[in-house]
């Protein structure tokens, strides 16, 4: 990084703000993520404390003609991060985190604070989130919106968009941009219907036209929760669907996930669980899972069905203690795939993950899990390995497993969960050329000189071609195009 690049960030942040990888004492934690991939050597990470500092690195470094990569945890598996010579500005000081409006209005909140963080402080008021996303609820929420969340623990009532009822975003022209309908009118973010809005041009959009440094979260009521957990025998994909269809009943269940996991300490069959939801009362929610409780025995495969209500034990919302998910794959290489789909396509893909589980035994595995999450119009299936190779021949089988389970997944009529670095060669020529042409003219407008770097459907926009290297990938939006 030049001498007069760095003089000027230091100069702009507040204490703390910048390290340089050079700096042994200041470097940069992360150098992997989650899945072991490499992220690149930055030249600095910056961490700005509020939205004015964000701006002010993005235009100090397109004045440099340096790229900005918005970055969080890095807890990501499909690839979304490339660090290499750029400024990596994390997001975790942007932490502003008001009282909740009495009336309901949506919170706006820093960027880099975490899910569960913000769904506490919801629920100190009375309020808590309609979804429940991310494994441990460490991620911010800033990271969820630009990756779009869209499956997990609590994803049967709300995804990314009915969460979110406006963003503030310091795009790479240097425009400080707020979107939601209401915001474009200074009123507070009740809703985001009445004017086109853009909120939605950055939801998914993986990082790229701007970083994300502040969320109009939407929140309701915590109402009453209770649970249902079966242990299932191993049966046949056409059972276990039709047991599915029987739960699916909408609205009525925060989860329903279908698990089968293989490994040391897994238990044997498919295990369920169920988070029933009520808006008003206790009675209601226990009416729920107690109904769900009989479908499951009347399937005649379930081995042990539990239910439990909120009073008796409280409902968990995320898998465990926040820190867990790097600890608990320490050592391991965390391998994983996720695509969306309409319900009728559940069987296809559901049979190709299996086949895909099947394969992953013969390679050394500490746990091999299949999941099933679904939402009254559309299922997640994911597969999440835990692996532990011992040479770099194994490693290839394991990258070489992965790829085949993209390329088979592509042949469906799937959605990646996101798209990131790794989905773009199988999905890249399925896309609408309106669609691209749209994107292009967006990435043009709002950021003209490629300022923020990502990966991502945007950055495979260069030439309609799949690109993958982060100098390409930065040349999307040539300002010769529509
Ligand atoms: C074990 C496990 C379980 C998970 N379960 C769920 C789940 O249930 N539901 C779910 O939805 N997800 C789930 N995830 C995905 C997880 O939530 C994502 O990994 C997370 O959203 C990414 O957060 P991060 O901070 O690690 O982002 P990073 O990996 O650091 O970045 C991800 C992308 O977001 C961009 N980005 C980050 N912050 C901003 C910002 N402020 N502005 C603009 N762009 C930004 C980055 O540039 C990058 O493109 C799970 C992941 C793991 C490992």
């Not at 629920?123 to 919106?145: K, M, Q």
Request: glycine fraction near 10%.
């Amino acid at each position: 990084m030049s001498d007069a690049l760095r003089a000027a960030l230091r100069a702009r942040l507040a204490p703390g703000g910048l390290s340089e990888a050079s700096d042994p004492a200041g470097a940069f934690d992360l150098r992997t993520d989650i899945c072991g991939h490499p992220l690149g050597t930055p030249l600095a990470v910056v961490a700005p404390a509020d939205d004015a500092e964000v701006a002010a690195v993005i235009a100090l470094c397109r004045d440099h003609g340096v790229q900005v990569v918005a970055c969080g945890e890095a807890t990501a598996y499909w690839q979304p991060l490339d660090l290499t010579d750029a400024v990596a500005l994390r997001t975790h000081r942007l932490r502003a985190l008001p009282e909740v409006p009495a009336d309901g209005a949506a919170l706006w909140c820093g960027a880099g604070v975490p899910v569960r963080v913000l769904d506490d402080h919801l629920r100190r008021s009375g309020r808590c989130l309609a979804a429940h996303p991310d494994g441990f609820g460490e991620t911010s929420i800033g990271a969820l919106v630009a990756t779009g969340m869209a499956a997990g623990v609590g994803m049967a009532r709300a995804a990314a968009p009915d969460l979110v009822a406006g963003l503030r975003v310091a795009l790479g022209s240097g425009v400080a941009l707020t979107t939601g309908a209401c915001a474009v009118l200074g009123a507070p973010p009740a809703t985001s219907v009445g004017l086109p809005d853009l909120t939605g041009l950055f939801i998914a959009a993986e990082g790229a036209l701007g970083v994300i440094t502040a969320v109009a979260v939407r929140h309701e009521p915590i109402g009453a929760r209770a649970q249902v957990r079966a242990s299932l025998r191993p049966v046949g994909q056409a059972s276990l669907v039709a047991l599915l269809e029987a739960l699916r009943e909408p609205r009525t269940y925060d989860t329903l996930r279908l698990v089968q996991e293989i490994g040391p300490r897994a238990p044997p069959g498919w295990q369920l669980d169920m988070r029933l939801h009520s808006p008003r009362d206790p009675a209601e929610a226990n009416g729920r899972a107690e109904a769900a409780a009989a479908i499951i025995q009347s399937s005649g495969f379930a081995m042990d069905v539990e239910r439990f209500d909120d009073s008796r034990r409280p409902v968990w919302r995320w898998q465990g203690p926040m820190g867990a998910t790097r600890s608990r794959l320490a050592g391991l290489r965390f391998a994983a795939l996720d695509v969306d789909l309409a319900w009728r396509d559940l069987p296809g893909a559901l049979h190709c993950a299996l086949a895909l589980q099947q394969r992953a035994q013969a390679l050394p595995h500490h746990s091999l899990r299949v999941a099933v999450y679904a939402a009254p119009e559309h299922v997640n299936v994911g597969m999440h390995f835990a692996m532990q190779p011992n040479d770099a021949g194994e490693e290839q089988e394991i990258l070489a497993l992965l790829e085949a389970g993209r390329a088979a997944l592509s042949g469906l009529s799937v959605l990646p969960y996101r798209w990131g670095g790794s989905w773009g060669p199988h999905f890249h020529a399925k896309l609408d050329p309106g669609y691209l042409a749209a994107l292009r003219a967006f990435a043009s407008a709002l950021d003209p000189q490629r300022v923020v770097r990502a990966r991502g459907v945007f950055a495979d926009l260069a030439d309609d071609t799949v690109v993958r290297s982060a100098a390409t990938a930065a040349s999307y939006g040539r300002a010769d195009e529509p």
